[in-house]
C-alpha cells in the first residue's frame, strides 16, 4: 500500500475514530433562560463535556419552545427529543405512582421530602425504567402557595377566586375538588396572558417560580401556608441512555446527581430568598393560618390524597409513604424533658 493509500485511510478512520460514539442529548424544559435551573443545567453541561472529551453533551431547548410538558414526552416517544426536565405533571405521563411526590400536604418540611426521596427512590427508579426512562437525578421545584390578586385569609375566600389549574393535572384537580373550588384548566403557557385578561386570577406556584414566570406582577396577594410539595427531575430515554458507552453512562449519573443536587439546594435558598424579593416588589403575605385552619387543610389533604388511590397509586404505596413519613417525624421529636 502506497504512503498515498495510508494518508488516504487514515484521513477516512481517524475522524471515525474521534466522533464514532459522540452522544447528542436533546434536553427540553419550561425552565426560563437565566433561572436557577437553566444557569446549573448550563454547568452541568460543561462539566459532562470536559469528562467525556466532548463525546456526550446536551441540546438544550429551554422556556418552552418544544411545547408544554406533555408535548415534550410525546417528542421523546417519537425520538424528536431524548430527555426532559420535568415537574410532576411530566413525570405523571411516564410515571404515575411518582406523583406521590406532589400529594396534597403530604409534607411538612424540607428533610421530610428527603427521607421520602432516599427511602423510595428504588420503586420510583424502577417505575421510570419500566416506561423506557432513565432518572439522572431530582430537581425540587419547592413548595406551592396560592398567590391571588385580592388578599384571601380562609377557605371561603380562596372560593371566590377564579383559579388557574395545570390543565390535565390529576393532583391538581383533587386538591380542588377536595377544596370545593372549581378551578379553569390551562396550559402554562397561557397563564400570563389569562392573568393580563382577568380569565383568572389566582395561580399556585413556588415563590421562585412565580418571579421566574412573572406571575407576581399580576398576583399582588401571597397566602402563606403551603399546600404541596413540587417535585421535579431529570430523565432521559433509555433507548438513548442504553446507545451511549458504559464509563460514559456513568459519568452521565454521577454528573446528574452532583449537579441536580446543587439545583435542588439552590433552590431552596432562591424559593426562601425570593418570598423576600416579593415583599419588596409589593406583594402582601397574609398571616400564617390558625391551627384550626391548618387541621381543616390537612383533612382536605387526606382526602385528596385518598381519592388519587387507584387513579396515580396504590393504597399500599400510598400507606407505606405516609407510615415512612410518620415513623420519621415521631423519630425526629425532640425527647420530653
Known sequence: ???FRYLLVALVLIPQMLFADETIIKFATLAPEG???MKVMQEWNKKLMEKTQNQVKFKIYSGGVSGDEKDVVRKIRLGQLHSGGFTGVGLGEIAPEVRILDAPLLFHSANEVDHVLKSFEPDFEA???KNGYVLLGWAEVG???FFTNKPIQNLTELKSIKM????GDPIAEAAFKSLNISPIPLSIADVMTSLQTGLVDGVYSSPLAAIALQWFTRTRHMYNYSFANAMGAVLVSKKTFDKIPKEQRDILLSTGREYLGKLTAESRRENQTSI???KKNGVMISAVPSKQQIAEYE???DRARKALVGKLFSQDFLDRVEKSLQDYRTASKPAKK
Open 164 to 167: 388557574w389549574m395545570w390543565e
Open 127 to 129: 417505575a421510570f425504567q
Open 35 to 37: 433561572s436557577a435551573w
Open 299 to 301: 383533612s382536605v389533604g
Open 143 to 145: 413548595f406551592v402557595y
Open 276 to 278: 423576600d424579593a416579593l
Open 1 to 3: 500500500m502506497s504512503i
